[in-house]
């Protein structure tokens, strides 16, 4: 805590993962007296940068830009890159921190990263997001490559942000490799990028229950946001014959009806209030969607959107599943809750990995300069999340039979990267 001072996102990612991974180094001497975790949370390398550009008004403006290199024991930096007023390091260091178990857990060839700007896109014109995007990669580019780290999108950050990043790095380098995964697809997209990460959500919720004999036909869910992982999960789970009965966003939650909301959001860049008002829903401003009954819970916001009076609310009104869509919103004593509980509980680097697993296949796909029809994507990452909830249960089978996936996808992920770090010596 000392060396990281007023970085308490950070503090909390540690903190989960070395709680499952003191015991496992502690029974398993080959990990033990290396410095691995040591080394783990320090990042390769961060890179902050000043990022200029002018409103539509010719007004400078002037935002921070980082890209945190957290390791490439495994394979080149890959994570995405987030807009939105909250980021600064403490943030975007426990998201690379998360992403190096995450992408190992995916056992695709990639190390951990994340990188991103406090810019607000909110109420921005898209000339505005199109030079913001442009000033941001006048640096990034010299940092990132093919092989040396591939960013993606995050919040704030989709299709039409990474074709500005790709189209000015492009002109910056006169290379077209792939130096950005979510690309369009007219210019080295993989089919499923979008949906992935809800899917994935869905798919790994699918394998929890089964673990119970149960599957998520006639269940009822909520979900958080609705944003690009909330609304996939939101159709994937409605494919499979649930019930979803909640989306959000930061200013209010109403109850989920049509797909309207795609095009609000995706196309209007609107709020959930006109998606509600839309389709006559109730908009219940400034809450969180945790206090509408369900039995299985799907945030798919931000960090630390469900905190343990949120986790006690589910659990009373009998939550069977919790899968993480977003990165770390759950507080670790509202996981901790829901653990005590009995609830299947599944953290984001868990059940969040699809999005980056389908950005390793559009990796792929873009140096065998191929591209994979939809079904057979869809059916790697099926694949993909299956392998990834063996994992967890291989990793997390406590001794009474239940399973601890927060043990399970820390020690997985862990073992992975740790074995590649002794190979490759100390550096
Ligand atoms: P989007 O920008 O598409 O959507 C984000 C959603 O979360 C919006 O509904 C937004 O509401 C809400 N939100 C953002 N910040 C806050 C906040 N501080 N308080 C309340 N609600 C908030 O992002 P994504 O869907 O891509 O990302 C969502 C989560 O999933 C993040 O944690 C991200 O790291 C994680 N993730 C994303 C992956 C991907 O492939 N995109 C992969 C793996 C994880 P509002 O519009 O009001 O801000």
Redesign the pocket.
Known sequence: AARNPNQPEFLQAVTEVIDSLWPFIARTPRYAGQGLLERLVEPDRVVIFRVSWVNDEGKVQVNRGFRIQHSMAIGPYKG?IRF?P?VNLSVLKF?AFEQTFKNALTTLPMGGGKGGSDFDPKGKSTGEIMRFCQAFVTELFRHVGSDTDVPA????V?GREIGYMVGMTKKLTNRADCIFTGKGLSFGGSLIRPE??GYGTVYFAEEMLSERKNSLQGMTVSVS??????QYAVEKALMLGAKVVTVS???GFTHEKLAILQDIKNVKYGRVKDYATKVGAQFLEGRTPWSIPADVALP????N?LDVNDAKMLIKNGVVCVAE???MPSTIEAAKAFESAGVLYAP?KAS?AG??ATSGLEMSQNAARLSWPRHEVDQRLHEIMRGIHKSCVEYGRRPDGSISYIDGANIAGFVKVADAMVAQGVV
């Open positions: 995405g939105h909250s998201l999108g995050d919040i704030g989709g992935a990460t946001g609705s944003g690009n992982v909330a966003d930061s200013s798919c916001a931000t960090q959107e869509g977003a990165n984001g969040n999005g980056v």
